[in-house]
């Protein structure tokens, strides 16, 4: 489990409403319930992710064909400390930010591969940027907070939004490092259990374990790309791990994507287990699966897992929101899938009912491939969370909330 998924799995609990879970700090509305910021996707509390599905909703929306309503790119862009950084969430963005502000640099990457996806927001998409710079850990990664440990989520995540300007991962170091360095530090060798897999950070021994989540954030970051990855050309060869010592970035993604192919070979899907709960499907990481798995070696590589999202993932994604959506949209658009025929479903339509009406939609016809830029005309606005306490805190209370409810699941983490 990563830490944006710790703040979609809190969020899960602010809904459903285990004693003692954070409440949202706006006004009631007439009918009782929270009075959400205006332009923001998503009807839950955002206080830990709502720069994390803004970002993944007008994202999503823009590989979609879809151009977003200038009201939610004004409330991404309004989320925006002076110094370029974002929080999961500011209630008050007219308030100047301060060392009270819990910064991270998830959010601030996936608000920059949103804005530069959409275009016309160079001023905040670099001094995001800027600060992912200054914020680089000296083994080339980057934690989730400034000055925290590297991890391969949070390096993959700055990864894609570097990429996303135009910048070279490669050339981007610190005392000669670079992000390749980091996340190749935190891949498994092609032997003894979990080869190929890259672990989210080592464990308290220093060891390194195959995480799932990791993997798959780590392939696609090792091929130098984002949220939105695209896929690669069919070449018929099935992902195997090779090469002892050292591996390049190309090979330690195959190496990768050998591991996640092995994890769904037999169910189609990834498994999920927190504490006081049985194993249950992790939707989420199963559509970040298909995504590493098609950039890497194209949708054949990813079939199986893509059709098992199509058949069960529909009741997921509604509860949970629209970066849900969003990360099926990834895993449509990955594989060359139709993202308005989704098992059925209608993807972009379900993502826009989730926020406000979008400016226009430029679906792209078959065989055009990318869909069309959307522009935006939001202003650009000089505007998180806590890395510390709270993944043991998500941990624990998403235990409960589940042995609550007999193992039923709320949210994915």
Partial sequence: MNIRRCAAALAAVAVIGIPGSPA????PSPSGKPALPDGLYGSTDPKYDGVWRQSLALLAQHTAGVRPAARAVDWLTGQQCADGSYAAFRADPARACDAKVM???????????????LGGHDAATGKAVAWLKSVQNKDGGWGYTAGGPSDTNSTAVVVGALAAVGEKPAAVVKDGKSPYDALLGLALPCSGDGAGAFAYQPDKKGELVANADATAAGVV????QGLAATGAGEDGTAAKCA??????????????????????????????VLPGATAQPDYGNTADTVVALAAQGGAAQAKKPLEWLERHAEAWAEQSGPAAYAQLVFAAHATGTDPRDFGGLDLVKALDATGPAPEATDAPTAGDGAAKPAKSDGADHTAVWWAGGVFLVVVVAVGFMLSRRGGKRGQQP
């Fill in 24 to 27: 949202f700090a706006a006004s």
């Fill in 243 to 272: 090469g002892s010592g050292k591996p390049t970035a190309r090979q330690a993604a195959a190496n990768g994507a050998a591991y996640l192919a092995h994890q769904v070979a037999e169910d189609g899907y990834l498994t999920s």
């Fill in 221 to 224: 970051a090792a091929l130098g």
């Fill in 103 to 117: 910064v991270d640099t998830n959010s601030t990457a996936a608000a920059v591969q949103a804005l530069a996806a």
